[in-house]
């Protein structure tokens, strides 16, 4: 079955750090990978996504992601956290088939508190 | 407006009462979509509306809940008899073709 595990589910990191998030998913084809981010009391935003080629991708407020097919990965990094990136980041794999790209497995979050 | 619109923002009712949920789409989106979040866990999709297509209901958890749109317009998720396991968020999004999905800030549902 088709999955994604998100192992940290609190990450706290300082001002100025650099950040890791780990996902790793379980999909029998290539999968499309997707990283969300969502801040208090708003909607999930698309940071980045993965669909094929180049397989480190970059995405908007300096995150990137590699996407790694051995380790089933797809891990979200920043070189430096800024406290404004305090939120909850959501991995995904798309789980749809023909034209349904936004039927979407999530990964059960990873909270990042920043500290100054 | 410019984004995916969902009402009310906040819903309390009692178990065993029926609610209705609202999603306005982006304008021209075909492509629109319901999740649900409960609390401390990841989206869970319930249901997908692509045109004048079928939907696929095969997120849904059980035939209490329902779901209608209208060509590419407003949708809504009805929830009947209400039971305390479906307080969550209620999540909706829409798409165009291939691109990504925007999505609502919800409907915070409590049943009590």
């Known amino acids: 079955a088709q999955s994604v595990t998100q192992p940290d589910i609190h990450i706290t990191v300082s001002e100025g750090a650099s950040l890791e998030l780990r996902c790793n998913y379980s999909?029998?084809?290539?999968?499309?990978l997707f990283w969300y981010v969502q801040s208090p009391g708003q909607g999930l935003q698309l940071l980045l996504k993965?669909?094929?080629?180049?397989?480190l991708v970059q995405g908007i407020k300096g995150f990137e992601a590699e996407f790694k097919r051995s380790q089933s990965s797809f891990n979200l990094r920043k070189p430096s956290v800024h406290w404004s990136d305090a939120a909850e980041y959501f991995c995904?794999?798309?789980?749809?088939?023909?034209?349904?790209?936004?039927?979407?497995?999530f990964g059960q979050g990873t909270t990042l508190q920043v500290k100054p | 407006g410019a984004g995916v619109s969902q009402s009310p923002s906040n819903k309390v009712t009692e178990k065993g009462k029926d609610v209705e949920l609202r999603c306005d789409p982006i304008?021209?989106?075909?492509?629109l979509y319901w999740y649900r979040q409960r609390l401390g866990q990841g989206l869970e999709f319930l249901i997908y509306?692509?045109?004048?297509?079928?939907?696929?209901k095969s997120g849904l958890p059980s035939d209490r809940f329902s779901a209608e749109r209208t060509g590419e317009s407003v949708s809504t998720l009805t929830i009947q008899r209400t039971q305390q396991e479906d307080s969550a968020v209620y999540l909706c999004?829409?798409?165009?073709?291939?691109?990504?999905?925007?999505f609502g800030n919800g409907t915070r549902l409590t049943v009590t």
């Open positions: 999004a829409s798409s165009l073709g291939g691109s990504p999905l925007h």
């Open positions: 999909y029998g084809a290539t999968p499309y």
């Open positions: 993965y669909f094929s080629g180049d397989t």
């Open positions: 995904a794999v798309g789980a749809g088939v023909g034209g349904n790209t936004g039927k979407l497995i």
């Open positions: 304008s021209g989106h075909t492509a």
């Open positions: 509306f692509q045109g004048n297509s079928a939907p696929d």
